[in-house]
Structures are given as structure tokens and as C-alpha cells.
T-cell receptor, first 110, second 114 residues
Framework: RKEVEQDPGPFNVPEGATVAFNCTYS??????FFWYRQDCRKEPKLLMS???SGNEDGRFTAQLNRASQYISLLIRDSKLSDSATYLC???????????FGKGTMLLVSP | NAGVTQTPKFRVLKTGQSMTLLCAQD?????MYWYRQDPGMGLRLIHY???????AKGEVPDGYNVSRLKKQNFLLGLESAAPSQTSVYFC?????????????FGQGTRLTVV
């Protein structure tokens, strides 16, 4: 079983839509969580960290539920430029390595 | 403002050939990583280093070796390339850990083994 699991999608949404991605992790000792964004044939880049209290950055909101070992990302008012693959990431208990999910592809259409 | 730089960007190897991928970072980061990314598999950790002179195995280390002789450089070696090592290789670095530490990635090396 993969340590971090995501629905691969693709999620096809129109501009302006709200879309939510979910992610589950199996290692209860994982300490930190992130969402990374990866454009086609490019390197992953940090979108946002995920905190237990939930956090928001503009149109993006991330939530963490440690009891259910579940992470979510909500994107409001989707833009064409949001089209990308979104990677859910867990940092291990020693803070030394990151485990990536396989990614969820988002396609935003006009 | 280089960040993490990988060399080369593209390479085609014949089965059995050897090569070294170079990763250099200018952010004085302690931690460095090598990942490979294959379709449908996501990013998988090959080897990593938590400081100069240290290395450790990741999820898929077989067929690869690494060295971290200088803090800013992390080398990934393929001694005898196999077609199964055809992949996109990403190097990353991060500061010395802690909650919320961001990893910065290089632009990737596209390797084809024929």
C-alpha cells in the first residue's frame, strides 16, 4: 500500500468552479504535510504547507485531519493557470525525507 | 538566483554504460535528495543525504550510488545502465528539517536507456 494516496483524476472543471482534492496517508508518525504543484514536464514546486488548524492562501485552502489521516486542498474560483498536477506530500517523523503521492491532475477549461 | 541546478538536462545511454548526474545547490542546505519520476508511479526516493559526507538509501536505491563530498553537491551514479532506469530524475534540497520545511527541486534530467 502506498504511504500517500491520491485520486489521480483528471478533474475537469470550468473556469470559476470550486474543486477539492483529497489525500490519505498511512504513516501515523508523519509530522508535516504539504501540497506541491507540478506543471507538465516541470519540477514540483511548493504550493502550501498544511497545518492542523487549517490554512488559507488566497483561493487555496488546506486542511489536515490527523485522526482520519486525511489531507485536503480546496481551490476556489479556478483559473486556467491552475491546470497542473497537485502532489500531496508527507514528511517523515525524522524530518529527513518526503513521501509523495502520485498526484491529482486538474484541467481547467474556458 | 540559481537554486538547485541539475546537469545534464537530457541524456541517452546504451545499456551497460555508466554515467553520473550532478546536482548543485547554492542555498547552503543540509539535506539533498534524488528522486525518479515514472508515469503512474509518482516521485520515488532513490537516495538522500542529511549532510556533507552522509548518504542513505531511499525507497528504490538498487542500481544507483551517490556521494556527497561537498555540501553543495550531490552526485547520482549509474554504474551499468538498464532500460528500467529510463526515467526523469529530480534532485531536491532543503534546510535542516523541522515542521514546514520546503524542498526545492532542480529542473530534472530526462534519461533514456536504450
Amino acid at each position: 500500500r502506498k504511504e500517500v494516496e491520491q485520486d489521480p483524476g483528471p478533474f475537469n472543471v470550468p473556469e470559476g468552479a470550486t474543486v477539492a482534492f483529497n489525500c490519505t496517508y498511512s504513516n501515523s508518525a508523519s509530522q508535516s504535510f504539504f501540497w506541491y504543484r507540478q506543471d507538465c514536464r516541470k519540477e514540483p514546486k511548493l504550493l502550501m504547507s498544511v497545518y492542523s488548524s487549517g490554512n488559507e492562501d488566497g483561493r487555496f485552502t488546506a486542511q489536515l485531519n490527523r485522526a482520519s489521516q486525511y489531507i485536503s486542498l480546496l481551490i476556489r474560483d479556478s483559473k486556467l493557470s491552475d491546470s497542473a498536477t497537485y502532489l500531496c506530500v508527507a514528511m517523515n517523523s525524522g524530518y529527513s525525507t518526503l513521501t509523495f503521492g502520485k498526484g491529482t491532475m486538474l484541467l481547467v477549461s474556458p | 538566483n540559481a537554486g538547485v541546478t541539475q546537469t545534464p538536462k537530457f541524456r541517452v545511454l546504451k545499456t551497460g554504460q555508466s554515467m553520473t548526474l550532478l546536482c548543485a545547490q547554492d542555498m547552503n542546505h543540509e539535506y539533498m535528495y534524488w528522486y525518479r519520476q515514472d508515469p503512474g508511479m509518482g516521485l520515488r526516493l532513490i537516495h538522500y543525504s542529511v549532510g556533507e559526507g552522509t548518504t542513505a538509501k531511499g525507497e528504490v536505491p538498487d542500481g544507483y550510488n551517490v556521494s556527497r563530498l561537498k555540501k553543495q553537491n550531490f552526485l547520482l551514479g549509474l554504474e551499468s545502465a538498464a532500460p528500467s532506469q529510463t526515467s526523469v530524475y529530480f534532485c531536491a534540497s532543503s534546510s535542516s528539517g523541522g515542521l514546514g520545511t520546503e524542498a526545492f527541486f532542480g529542473q530534472g534530467t530526462r534519461l533514456t536507456v536504450v
